[in-house]
């Protein structure tokens, strides 16, 4: 009687393990505000490591890609590349354990030469040790185009990789393979750069196009969904929702909805987060949230579906104190 009571409270306890698991992970606390100090980073890019429940910053200002724990402190988090670029979106491909970075020349695009174009980069790191594992130059693969600026990026499900450059008006692709190609060209007709970009799981990209004027407003804009079996057929998404002025920074939720930023400073629209939903594949969408914010220029979304923004100073580069601020509709 003794050992059958043993074991019952043996199997008893270990039934109890993943419940205890589970609270302990929804004990986990988000704070509403992450303030950085003491690093003048000026990230572009954010990304929610939930493997580590830290945030990845990227860098304007060519310094290493930059972890931070949800108390604020923070150390340099990718190590070993040959020379430093500028960096601005992030992706964590899981499946692959493997951080994909951005990167260009930010020094020859600001040095208002019109001899130096800069260059395109896409950075692979193991997603555990920060260490580089690739570095693969997309420019040369465009050497027509007027200058160039690696945005964005995003993994399909077989581990494609998908890069928008703003400034060449492309999208490149790197296979498994680290094949580097031109996936899509912007024959939309919209005069406007391929910005922020999203996988989504039934089989297409959707894209935001934005251009930006002297005076820092978005005076082009779309969202184009490009489908990976016939990148040529892409279209435009109908949107005309008023609140809708185009993306920076965009993600595609566990529900398929897009949330994106718009950091159109001085017009009417302004800084805003806004979610856009669709009924019909992406053949048109609706704003369904908006939400006035600081200048950010993209989100991040954690497991729990809270959606988290870097607060960007664009009067000073070289700040050295940033926010993470949790942004609800």
């Known amino acids: 009687m003794k050992k059958t009571l043993i074991q019952i409270a043996m199997l008893t306890a270990i039934s109890t393990l993943p419940s205890l698991a589970k609270d302990k992970s929804q004990a986990l606390v988000f704070p509403q505000n992450i303030k950085i100090e003491n690093i003048a980073l000026n990230p572009e890019g954010i990304e929610y490591n939930k493997n580590n429940h830290s945030f990845l910053l990227s860098s304007l200002n060519a310094l290493p890609i930059l972890q931070v724990n949800l108390d604020g402190s923070h150390k340099a988090f990718t190590s070993g590349e040959k020379f430093p670029l500028s960096t601005a979106g992030l992706h964590i491909d899981y499946k692959h354990n493997k951080l994909l970075v951005a990167g260009f020349n930010g020094m020859e695009l600001m040095d208002k030469d019109p001899k130096t174009k800069g260059t395109s980069h896409l950075r692979i790191y193991n997603l555990t040790t920060g260490i580089i594992e690739k570095d693969i130059d997309l420019s040369s693969l465009a050497p027509k185009a007027s200058a160039y600026f690696a945005n964005d990026l995003t993994v399909d499900n077989e581990g494609n990789?998908?890069?928008?450059?703003?400034?060449?008006?492309?999208?490149?692709?790197?296979?498994?393979?680290?094949?580097?190609?031109?996936?899509?060209?912007?024959?939309?007709?919209?005069?406007?750069?391929?910005?922020?970009?999203?996988?989504?799981?039934?089989?297409?990209?959707?894209?935001?196009?934005?251009?930006?004027?002297?005076?820092?407003?978005?005076?082009?804009?779309?969202?184009?969904?490009?489908?990976?079996?016939?990148?040529?057929?892409?279209?435009?998404?109908?949107i005309t929702s008023p609140q809708f002025f185009g993306f920076d920074g965009m993600v595609i939720d566990t529900k398929g909805n897009v949330t994106g930023i718009t950091n159109n400073q001085t017009s009417a629209g302004g800084n805003m987060l806004i979610e856009l939903t669709s009924t019909n594949a992406w053949k048109s969408a609706q704003v369904t949230q908006a939400k006035a914010i600081k200048s950010s220029t993209t989100l991040a979304q954690t497991p729990n579906n809270k959606n988290y923004v870097i607060n960007q100073d664009f009067k000073d580069n070289f700040a050295k104190t940033w926010t993470i601020q949790n942004i609800a509709f």
Not at 211 to 234: E, F, M, Q, R, T
Request: charged share 20%; proline share 5%.
């Open 161 to 238: 990789i998908y890069i928008s450059d703003w400034y060449a008006n492309l999208i490149y692709k790197v296979d498994t393979q680290g094949k580097a190609s031109i996936f899509w060209e912007n024959t939309s007709g919209i005069m406007a750069g391929p910005n922020g970009l999203d996988f989504h799981p039934d089989g297409y990209l959707l894209v935001s196009l934005i251009k930006v004027n002297d005076k820092g407003i978005y005076n082009k804009h779309g969202l184009i969904k490009i489908p990976l079996n016939n990148p040529k057929s892409a279209t435009v998404v109908k």
